[in-house]
C-alpha cells in the first residue's frame, strides 16, 4: 500500500514537472522559428542584428538594433526590445487566459544620432510599443501605442511638430487576410510665417479578406473630424471628412469596385460650402485586362525618356491602347453626387455601361461608340446665376488681360519680321522631316494652323499629342512651340498696330482691311468682299455675323473678327469703346447677357429644362445617337470627313473657335444654328440694296439702288458670289472656304 503512494507520488511529480517545463519548450521552438524568421529581414542595405537572447523558463529576452551599413552613419539606428512570454495559456489584462504560442511586448527607440541623420531634433524621446499575440494557428493580433511627441525639422525648411501619438490594432488573419484598425491622435505642424497644418483624430481602417476561388476583397476607409490649412494668408477648413475605397471581386477575371467621398462643410477664407456626398460604383470589370493596363502604363512611363516622350504622354498613349480591353458585357460605372452650396444645391445621378447585347470593343474607336451613357444634373437657380456670373468674370479678365497687352504694345512692328520668322520656320520643320524627327504629315498639319492662325495653347496641346503618339520628337516639338509662340506674338502686335486707333471713318476701315490683306491676315477676294460690304452701310449685326461666317469658313481668324467687328461698331457710332481696351462695367454686363442668352437659347431648342426647381438636362448616348432632354443632338457620324486632327487643328468647338453649325460647343451644348446665307443670283433676284448680277445701268454700271432698312437685307454669306465691278477694275473669283483636301494628321 505505501509502495503504491510512492509509485502516485512520483506519476503526479513527473506529470507536475512536465507541466511546469512546457513554457521552456515552448520557448525553445519558438525562438527557433522565431530566429529563422527574423533572418528574412535582411535584404537591401537593411542589416538586422540580434544583439541578445536571453530564453528564460517562462518567458525570453530580445535586444534587436536595425542599421543601414550604407548609410552615413552606418553604426546607429533603431533598437527593438522584446519581452517574450511563453505559452501554451497566457494571461492578458484584457482578454484573460488565451491559448497561445506566445505574447511579444515591443518597444521601439532610436538613437540619438540617428533621428540627427533623419534632420530631427527631437524635444522628448519617441517611443512606439506593440504587444503581439501570436496564436498556434499562424494568426496575430497586434496592439499599438505610440507616445505623444514634439520634434523640429532641421532641414532648410524647418517644420515643428507636436503629435499626440497613436493607437490602434492589426489584425492578421493568416490565409484570410489581414485587418487593421488605426487611430491617429491630433497632429500640428507649423511651419515658417505662421503656416501650418493640423488633423483631429484620423481613424483609418484596412481590410484584406481573401477567397480562395476568386482572391480578396480589398478596403480602406478614412475619416477625420477636422483638418486645417493655414497657408500665404488664407485659411482652409474642412469639417468630417471621410473618404472610402473598396475593391471586389465577383469572380476570377471580374472586380467590382466602390468609391466614396463626403464631408460636412468646406471653408475657404470666408466662404463656405457643403455637405457633400459623390458615390462611385463599378460593376463587372476585367482584372486580368486591369492588370495588362497597369503593366502597360508602368512600362511606358519607365521608357518613356528612351522613346522621347514625357512620362505623362506615354501614359495617356498607353492608355488610348489599352484601355477598352478593360470591358466585359455587363460592365458599368454608375455615380451619385449631392452638392450644398450658400446658392443652392447641385445633383448628378450619371451611369455608363457596355450593352450585353453589343460584342466586346476591338479598338477604342468601337468602345466610345457602343458605350450606353444617362445623366441627369440638376442645378438650383440661385448657384446657375453664381455659375454664370463667374463664367462672365474669367471672361472679362481674360478680355482685359488681353487688352492691356495689345495697349503696351509698340505701335510698330515691321512684316518683314513676322514674315522671316515663318520662313526660318518652315524651312526648320522641314529639317525636321528630313531628319526623322517629324512625320511628313505633321509637317502638312503644321503649315495648316500657320495658315489659319490657330492659337498659341490649342498648337502646344496638339504638339503634346502628338508626342503621346510617337509622331515627332522632344526636341522638336519644343522648337515648334516656342517658335509658333513668337510667330503668332509678332502677328498680335502687327494686329495692335493696324487696329490701335479708333476708326474715323469708312476709308480709314478700307484702308485697315487693305493693311490686312497686304500682311496675309486676309486674302484679296476676302478683302474685296468687306470693302464691298462696307460701301453698303449695313447694319452692324448683319456685318457682325458675315464676318463670323468667314470666321467658320477659316476665311478669317477670329481674333481678327473680333477687331473688324469692333472696328464697325465704332464706325456706326454705337461702340464708344477703343478697340484695344474696354469699359469695365460695360464690358462685363455685355459679357453676362451674352452668358445668358447662350442658356436661354438653349432653353429654347429644349436642350435645358427650367422650372420653379431650378435648371436641369439629361443626357443619353445609345449606339451612338446623343439626346439631351431627349432632342436629338447631332454628331459627326464616324467615317465623316473631318478636318485635320494635328497637328494643330483647332477642333470645332474649341474654346475660341466657332462650332460648326449643329456640332457641340466647347461646354458640350450645341452652337448656334447656321446662319442664313445669301440666295444664288441665278435662282433669287438681288437682294434689296446690292447690283443685281449681270445687269449693269447705263455706260455698263450697275444700276445703284436705294440705302435699304436694316430689316430687309439678307444676311451676306461668306461664299456667296461677287457682283460684277465696274471696269476696268477685275474682281476675282471669291476664295474663302477651306480647300476640299486638307493636311492630313501626323501618322
Same mark, same amino acid.
Given at each position: 500500500?505505501?509502495?503504491?503512494?510512492?509509485?502516485?507520488?512520483?506519476?503526479?511529480?513527473?506529470?507536475?514537472?512536465?507541466?511546469?517545463?512546457?513554457?521552456?519548450?515552448?520557448?525553445?521552438?519558438?525562438?527557433?522559428?522565431?530566429?529563422?524568421?527574423?533572418?528574412?529581414?535582411?535584404?537591401?542595405?537593411?542589416?538586422?542584428?540580434?544583439?541578445?537572447?536571453?530564453?528564460?523558463?517562462?518567458?525570453?529576452?530580445?535586444?534587436?538594433?536595425?542599421?543601414?551599413?550604407?548609410?552615413?552613419?552606418?553604426?546607429?539606428?533603431?533598437?527593438?526590445?522584446?519581452?517574450?512570454?511563453?505559452?501554451?495559456?497566457?494571461?492578458?489584462?484584457?482578454?484573460?487566459?488565451?491559448?497561445?504560442?506566445?505574447?511579444?511586448?515591443?518597444?521601439?527607440?532610436? !538613437?540619438?544620432?540617428?533621428?540627427?541623420?533623419?534632420?530631427?531634433?527631437?524635444?522628448?524621446?519617441?517611443?512606439?510599443?506593440?504587444?503581439?499575440?501570436?496564436?498556434?494557428?499562424?494568426?496575430?493580433?497586434?496592439?499599438?501605442?505610440?507616445?505623444?511627441?514634439?520634434?523640429?525639422?532641421?532641414?532648410?525648411?524647418?517644420?515643428?511638430?507636436?503629435?499626440?501619438?497613436?493607437?490602434?490594432?492589426?489584425?492578421?488573419?493568416?490565409?484570410?487576410?489581414?485587418?487593421?484598425?488605426?487611430?491617429?491622435?491630433?497632429?500640428?505642424?507649423?511651419?515658417?510665417?505662421?503656416?501650418?497644418?493640423?488633423?483631429?483624430?484620423?481613424?483609418?481602417?484596412?481590410?484584406?479578406?481573401?477567397?480562395?476561388?476568386?482572391?480578396?476583397?480589398?478596403?480602406?476607409?478614412?475619416?477625420?473630424?477636422?483638418?486645417?490649412?493655414?497657408?500665404?494668408?488664407?485659411?482652409?477648413?474642412?469639417?468630417?471628412?471621410?473618404?472610402?475605397?473598396?475593391?471586389?471581386?465577383?469572380?476570377?477575371?471580374?472586380?467590382?469596385?466602390?468609391?466614396?467621398?463626403?464631408?460636412?462643410?468646406?471653408?475657404?477664407?470666408?466662404?463656405?460650402?457643403?455637405?457633400?456626398?459623390?458615390?462611385?460604383?463599378?460593376?463587372?470589370?476585367?482584372?486580368?485586362?486591369?492588370?495588362?493596363?497597369?503593366?502597360?502604363?508602368?512600362?511606358?512611363?519607365?521608357?518613356?525618356?528612351?522613346?522621347?516622350?514625357?512620362?505623362?504622354?506615354?501614359?495617356?498613349?498607353?492608355?488610348?491602347?489599352?484601355?477598352?480591353?478593360?470591358?466585359?458585357?455587363? +460592365?458599368?460605372?454608375?455615380?451619385?453626387?449631392?452638392?450644398?452650396?450658400?446658392?443652392?444645391?447641385?445633383?448628378?445621378?450619371?451611369?455608363?455601361?457596355?450593352?450585353?447585347?453589343?460584342?466586346?470593343?476591338?479598338?477604342?474607336?468601337?468602345?466610345?461608340?457602343?458605350?450606353?451613357?444617362?445623366?441627369?444634373?440638376?442645378?438650383?437657380?440661385?448657384? +446657375?446665376?453664381?455659375?454664370?456670373?463667374?463664367?462672365?468674370?474669367?471672361?472679362?479678365?481674360?478680355?482685359?488681360?488681353?487688352?492691356?497687352?495689345?495697349?503696351?504694345?509698340?505701335?510698330?512692328?515691321?512684316?518683314?519680321?513676322?514674315?522671316?520668322?515663318?520662313?526660318?520656320?518652315?524651312?526648320?520643320?522641314?529639317?525636321?522631316?528630313?531628319?526623322?524627327?517629324?512625320?511628313?504629315?505633321?509637317?502638312?498639319?503644321?503649315?495648316?494652323?500657320?495658315?489659319?492662325?490657330?492659337?498659341?495653347?490649342?498648337?502646344?496641346?496638339?504638339?503634346?499629342?502628338?508626342?503621346?503618339?510617337?509622331?515627332?520628337?522632344?526636341?522638336?516639338?519644343?522648337?515648334?512651340?516656342?517658335?509658333?509662340?513668337?510667330?503668332?506674338?509678332?502677328?498680335?502686335?502687327?494686329?495692335?498696330?493696324?487696329?490701335?486707333?479708333?476708326?474715323?471713318?469708312?476709308?480709314?476701315?478700307?484702308?485697315?482691311?487693305?493693311?490686312?490683306?497686304?500682311?496675309?491676315?486676309?486674302?484679296?477676294?476676302?478683302?474685296?468682299?468687306?470693302?464691298?460690304?462696307?460701301?453698303?452701310?449695313?447694319?452692324?449685326?448683319?456685318?457682325?455675323?458675315?464676318?463670323?461666317?468667314?470666321?467658320?469658313?477659316?476665311?478669317?481668324?477670329?481674333?481678327?473678327?473680333?477687331?473688324?467687328?469692333?472696328?464697325?461698331?465704332?464706325?456706326?457710332?454705337? !461702340?464708344?469703346?477703343?478697340?484695344?481696351?474696354?469699359?469695365?462695367?460695360?464690358?462685363?454686363?455685355?459679357?453676362?447677357?451674352?452668358?445668358?442668352?447662350?442658356?436661354?437659347?438653349?432653353?429654347?431648342?429644349?436642350?435645358?429644362?427650367?422650372?420653379?426647381?431650378?435648371?436641369?438636362?439629361?443626357?443619353?448616348?445609345?449606339?451612338?445617337?446623343?439626346?439631351?432632354?431627349?432632342?436629338?443632338?447631332?454628331?459627326?457620324?464616324?467615317?465623316?470627313?473631318?478636318?485635320?486632327?494635328?497637328?494643330?487643328?483647332?477642333?470645332?468647338?474649341? +474654346?475660341?473657335?466657332?462650332?460648326?453649325?449643329?456640332?457641340?460647343?466647347?461646354?458640350?451644348?450645341?452652337?448656334?444654328?447656321?446662319?442664313?446665307?445669301?440666295?444664288?443670283?441665278?435662282?433669287?433676284?438681288?437682294?434689296?440694296?446690292?447690283?443685281?448680277?449681270?445687269?449693269?445701268?447705263?455706260?455698263?454700271?450697275?444700276?445703284?439702288?436705294?440705302?435699304?432698312?436694316?430689316?430687309?437685307?439678307?444676311?451676306?454669306?461668306?461664299?456667296?458670289?461677287?457682283?460684277?465691278?465696274?471696269?476696268?477694275?477685275?474682281?476675282?473669283?471669291?476664295?474663302?472656304?477651306?480647300?476640299?483636301?486638307?493636311?492630313?494628321?501626323?501618322?
Amino acid at each position: 500500500m505505501r509502495m503504491l503512494k510512492y509509485v502516485l507520488v512520483f506519476i503526479l511529480v513527473v506529470i507536475l514537472a512536465g507541466i511546469a517545463v512546457v513554457p521552456w519548450i515552448d520557448g525553445y521552438y519558438f525562438r527557433k522559428a522565431y530566429l529563422q524568421n527574423l533572418a528574412k529581414f535582411n535584404f537591401g542595405t537593411r542589416k538586422l542584428q540580434v544583439v541578445q537572447y536571453r530564453l528564460g523558463w517562462l518567458s525570453s529576452n530580445v535586444k534587436l538594433h536595425i542599421t543601414d551599413p550604407t548609410a552615413p552613419h552606418p553604426t546607429v539606428g533603431i533598437w527593438v526590445n522584446q519581452h517574450i512570454i511563453h505559452g501554451p495559456y497566457i494571461h492578458d489584462a484584457l482578454t484573460g487566459w488565451t491559448y497561445l504560442a506566445a505574447e511579444i511586448k515591443t518597444q521601439l527607440s532610436a !538613437d540619438p544620432e540617428f533621428l540627427t541623420y533623419l534632420y530631427l531634433n527631437v524635444e522628448s524621446a519617441p517611443q512606439v510599443n506593440l504587444d503581439t499575440f501570436i496564436f498556434f494557428n499562424g494568426k496575430m493580433i497586434t496592439r499599438l501605442d505610440i507616445v505623444p511627441v514634439n520634434f523640429v525639422t532641421t532641414n532648410k525648411a524647418p517644420v515643428k511638430v507636436a503629435w499626440q501619438g497613436a493607437e490602434g490594432a492589426l489584425n492578421m488573419l493568416g490565409a484570410n487576410g489581414i485587418a487593421s484598425d488605426l487611430t491617429i491622435k491630433p497632429l500640428l505642424l507649423q511651419l515658417k510665417q505662421g503656416d501650418s497644418f493640423s488633423l483631429q483624430n484620423v481613424t483609418t481602417h484596412i481590410a484584406l479578406q481573401c477567397k480562395s476561388s476568386v482572391g480578396c476583397d480589398k478596403s480602406f476607409a478614412f475619416s477625420t473630424p477636422r483638418l486645417s490649412l493655414n497657408g500665404n494668408g488664407k485659411k482652409i477648413d474642412i469639417a468630417d471628412i471621410s473618404f472610402a475605397f473598396s475593391v471586389m471581386p465577383d469572380s476570377a477575371s471580374v472586380i467590382n469596385s466602390k468609391f466614396k467621398i463626403a464631408f460636412n462643410k468646406f471653408t475657404i477664407g470666408d466662404f463656405a460650402f457643403g455637405p457633400l456626398a459623390l458615390n462611385v460604383d463599378v460593376e463587372n470589370l476585367d482584372m486580368s485586362a486591369l492588370r495588362k493596363l497597369e503593366g502597360a502604363v508602368f512600362l511606358a512611363r519607365a521608357n518613356a525618356v528612351s522613346r522621347g516622350l514625357t512620362p505623362n504622354a506615354a501614359m495617356l498613349s498607353a492608355l488610348n491602347g489599352e484601355a477598352y480591353h478593360i470591358v466585359t458585357k455587363g +460592365m458599368s460605372l454608375s455615380q451619385d453626387m449631392q452638392f450644398s452650396t450658400p446658392y443652392g444645391n447641385l445633383v448628378s445621378k450619371g451611369k455608363a455601361f457596355w450593352p450585353t447585347e453589343v460584342p466586346l470593343p476591338t479598338n477604342a474607336m468601337e468602345f466610345t461608340h457602343n458605350v450606353n451613357l444617362q445623366v441627369e444634373v440638376h442645378v438650383a437657380d440661385s448657384l +446657375m446665376d453664381q455659375v454664370l456670373q463667374k463664367i462672365a468674370e474669367q471672361m472679362d479678365a481674360a478680355a482685359a488681360a488681353n487688352a492691356k497687352k495689345l495697349a503696351a504694345t509698340p505701335a510698330a512692328v515691321g512684316p518683314h519680321n513676322t514674315e522671316q520668322d515663318t520662313a526660318d520656320f518652315k524651312k526648320q520643320i522641314d529639317l525636321f522631316v528630313s531628319q526623322k524627327q517629324l512625320s511628313a504629315s505633321g509637317r502638312d498639319g503644321i503649315l495648316f494652323a500657320l495658315k489659319t492662325h490657330s492659337t498659341t495653347g490649342l498648337f502646344s496641346l496638339n504638339v503634346q499629342q502628338g508626342l503621346a503618339r510617337q509622331q515627332v520628337t522632344t526636341a522638336a516639338a519644343a522648337y515648334l512651340n516656342t517658335q509658333y509662340a513668337k510667330i503668332e506674338d509678332d502677328r498680335a502686335k502687327d494686329l495692335a498696330a493696324i487696329f490701335a486707333k479708333p476708326v474715323t471713318d469708312d476709308q480709314d476701315l478700307q484702308d485697315r482691311v487693305n493693311a490686312l490683306a497686304a500682311k496675309g491676315y486676309i486674302s484679296s477676294a476676302t478683302a474685296t468682299r468687306l470693302i464691298l460690304l462696307l460701301s453698303q452701310n449695313l447694319d452692324d449685326s448683319i456685318f457682325s455675323a458675315f464676318v463670323k461666317n468667314l470666321a467658320t469658313s477659316n476665311a478669317v481668324t477670329l481674333n481678327v473678327a473680333d477687331l473688324l467687328s469692333k472696328a464697325y461698331l465704332q464706325l456706326k457710332g454705337e !461702340d464708344t469703346t477703343d478697340t484695344a481696351s474696354s469699359g469695365a462695367q460695360t464690358a462685363k454686363m455685355t459679357t453676362l447677357d451674352k452668358v445668358k442668352k447662350f442658356i436661354d437659347s438653349n432653353i429654347e431648342k429644349g436642350y435645358i429644362t427650367h422650372d420653379s426647381k431650378g435648371y436641369s438636362s439629361v443626357v443619353t448616348f445609345d449606339h451612338g445617337a446623343l439626346k439631351i432632354n431627349g432632342v436629338p443632338f447631332d454628331i459627326p457620324k464616324r467615317g465623316a470627313p473631318a478636318a485635320p486632327a494635328i497637328p494643330l487643328q483647332q477642333p470645332a468647338g474649341a +474654346m475660341g473657335v466657332h462650332p460648326a453649325p449643329g456640332q457641340p460647343g466647347a461646354t458640350g451644348m450645341p452652337a448656334p444654328a447656321e446662319q442664313p446665307r445669301m440666295p444664288m443670283p441665278a435662282q433669287q433676284p438681288a437682294a434689296p440694296g446690292m447690283p443685281a448680277p449681270q445687269q449693269p445701268g447705263v455706260s455698263g454700271m450697275p444700276t445703284p439702288a436705294p440705302t435699304p432698312t436694316p430689316t430687309t437685307q439678307p444676311l451676306p454669306s461668306a461664299n456667296a458670289p461677287m457682283p460684277p465691278q465696274p471696269a476696268p477694275v477685275s474682281v476675282p473669283a471669291p476664295s474663302n472656304s477651306v480647300p476640299a483636301t486638307t493636311p492630313a494628321p501626323i501618322h
